[in-house]
């Protein structure tokens, strides 16, 4: 192997970050300086680096441009990049047990829409909504949206077949609430991955008692899957009053038409916002959604 080149970042820990080479090797690399940071300035998994190795030691030179970063607010409201570079981020909720809200898929769309990753939804469990009930709604309130959705059931297979073929292509990243059932649809489209999930996370797991970062995981012939940790909540990362409305393309659309240009969307007169409310053609759940972020981020000053 040369003593320069590109890899990618498989995972992190701490001042070391795990690599994976072209060749199809991985190897611990040091991080230096402030490119241990687990935010936008330092490394994340997914990207492109400048790799070294002097002594047998691999280190991190620099980090290539990203094409895209998916992006929380950690717990001192601090930035941090969960995965960079995907073609697609796989938002993952359930239809039953939980049934999950669509505040919280909208949460994970928002930080897809923010950060320029590609989303698309899966809904798991379809075993468990017989009737098709919750997937006929989630499908009407997200109908106006570039948006693919795959309804599957990790138990019986149904719907895997086409979801496994879109990810046969480029970098997929998998996100959603725990229980959800992110392990059982990764171990449904992609059975070969078992072991490196478990190399990998063994890996980052040293030292620590837990994985908090991302995993990088190639297969096949010119894909990778992304795996990310159990969440109990997510909080989007760089959301601010003049650009959510732009992160809610549906109500953003809608508020062209709005009487006031500084219409805040709650008792206005002549909002159009509120007026699609009241004709249904925009869901309850969407405006509850926006406003919801909305006040997250008036508790912030
Ligand atoms: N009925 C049903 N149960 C599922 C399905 N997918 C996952 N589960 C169950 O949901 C629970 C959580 O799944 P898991 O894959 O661990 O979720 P994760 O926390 O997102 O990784 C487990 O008891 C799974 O057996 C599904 O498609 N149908
Ligand atoms: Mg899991
Ligand atoms: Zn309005």
Redesign the pocket.
């Given at each position: 192997m040369p003593d320069r080149t590109i890899a990618r970042v498989a995972t992190i820990a701490r001042r070391t970050c795990l690599l994976h080479f072209n060749s199809g090797a991985r190897a611990s690399a040091i991080l230096r300086g402030k490119l241990f940071d687990y935010d936008g300035s330092g490394v994340a998994v997914g990207d492109r680096v400048h790799a070294v190795c002097e002594n047998e030691q691999w280190a991190v030179e620099e980090v290539l441009e990203r094409d895209n970063a998916y992006l929380r607010k950690g717990l001192r409201r601090e930035k941090q990049v969960m995965f960079a570079n995907a073609d697609r981020v796989l938002i993952?909720a359930?239809l039953a047990?939980p049934s999950t809200k669509i505040a919280a898929l909208d949460r994970f769309l928002v930080a897809a829409l923010f950060g320029g990753v590609p989303a698309v939804f899966v809904l798991?469990?379809?075993?468990?909504d017989m009737a098709g009930n919750r997937v006929r709604e989630i499908n009407s309130i997200y109908e106006s949206f570039d948006l693919r959705i795959f309804p599957?059931?990790?138990?019986?297979g149904e719907g895997i077949e086409p979801l496994r073929e879109l990810l046969q292509d480029g970098v997929s990243a998998i996100i959603?609430?725990?229980?959800?059932?992110?392990?059982?649809?990764t171990n449904a489209l992609i059975p070969e991955l078992d072991l490196q999930v478990r190399e990998v996370s063994a890996w980052s797991g040293k030292g620590t008692h837990t994985t908090t970062a991302a995993l990088y995981l190639p297969f096949g012939e010119r894909a990778a899957l992304i795996d990310t940790p159990?969440m109990k909540s997510f909080v989007p990362y760089g959301l601010g009053r003049d650009n959510l409305t732009a992160l809610f393309p549906d109500i953003q659309e809608l508020t062209r038409a709005c009487r006031f240009r500084n219409c805040k969307h709650v008792a206005e007169p002549d909002c159009a916002v509120l007026e699609a409310l009241e004709e249904q053609t925009l869901p309850a759940s969407r405006y509850k959604s926006y406003h919801r972020l909305l006040s997250e981020l008036e508790e912030d000053y």
């Open positions: 993952i359930s047990q798991t469990k379809l075993d468990l599957v059931s990790n138990i019986t959603g609430n725990s229980g959800v059932g992110k392990t059982s649809l159990g």
